[in-house]
């Protein structure tokens, strides 16, 4: 007959420590919330109105992760500036905060004095190309520029969109299926939809990806022309040598803090505080 055995199970001393490392954690980050939640309304102060835009405190979490901490930035109307950092550092979190895709956390961000782009007259007043192209990829590339241009009020919509390809380069694919163009037509062509408008701000994450020799040189071309047309610019970008050469300020971002702002090579132009 075989005896029924009986052990005592004893506790697992690493599962306990687990659990209370991660307790630990999450009354850590709670606790940081709280302190950003506190102090929103701070932070929440009419905007000054001298900046195109204009970043106060501003905190971003992604669930209950911060990636974006405390970062302050004002950006005079007619500026160029660069944003670098690591992958992961937070460049195109701050980008989609910038263009209202983003609600952050904590802090402000003002747009030529107005603290919201839920206004058509400020939403209209943005351009915006992610890292993802986000064409429609079932409308032609002239449909896409077209969509783009009555969304936005445009007037000779038609006219704009055909000068916006012929200047980009890609006129000959203008009634193809955006989902059939390669990856460098569907950039120029997601850069042209973000200008369809003309808008006096400008943000672009990475915007020379997937261009080759001669996209780039009609990206730069591009940014002289914003440059002479006193256009606010802001990108995101991985090679120190663009942005040096396009940007008047470059920021940097690590672990989602700005850790340091240097100036660009390009040359110096007028800036000016909006209205």
């Not at 989902?179 to 990475?206: F, N, T, Y």
């Amino acid at each position: 007959m075989i005896k029924a055995t009986h052990e005592r199970v004893r506790p697992d001393a690493s599962a306990g420590s687990a659990s209370a490392n991660n307790f630990m954690l999450r009354r850590s980050v709670n606790t940081l919330l709280r302190a950003w939640a506190a102090d929103r309304a701070a932070n929440q102060a009419s905007c000054s109105g001298g900046y195109a835009v204009e970043v106060a405190g501003l905190v971003a979490v992604y669930g209950r992760v911060p990636v974006l901490r405390d970062v302050d930035l004002a950006i005079a109307e007619g500026e160029s500036i660069a944003v670098m950092g690591p992958n992961g550092a937070g460049k195109s979190t701050l980008l989609k905060c910038l263009v209202g895709a983003v609600r952050p956390a904590a802090g402000r961000v003002c747009w030529f004095g107005e603290a919201t782009t839920r206004c058509n007259h400020v939403r209209r007043q943005i351009g915006y190309v992610g890292q993802e192209c986000g064409l429609y990829a079932e409308l032609t590339a002239l449909e896409n520029l077209l969509f783009a241009g009555r969304m936005n009020g445009v007037a000779n919509v038609h006219d704009r969109a055909a000068a916006l390809l012929a200047e980009g380069g890609i006129e000959s694919q203008a009634h193809r299926p955006a989902g059939q163009l390669s990856q460098g037509v569907r950039q120029r062509l997601a850069i042209a939809r973000a200008l369809v408008h003309e808008p006096r701000l400008i943000v672009l994450d990475e915007p020379s990806s997937n261009l080759d020799a001669a996209g780039r040189k009609w990206l730069e071309r591009l940014f002289e022309r914003w440059r002479r047309a006193g256009r606010t610019v802001c990108f995101a970008s991985h090679d120190a040598a663009q942005s040096r050469n396009l940007a008047d300020r470059i920021v940097h971002l690590d672990a989602g803090r700005m850790v340091a702002i240097e100036r660009g090579d390009c040359p110096p132009t007028t800036l000016r505080r909006s209205a």
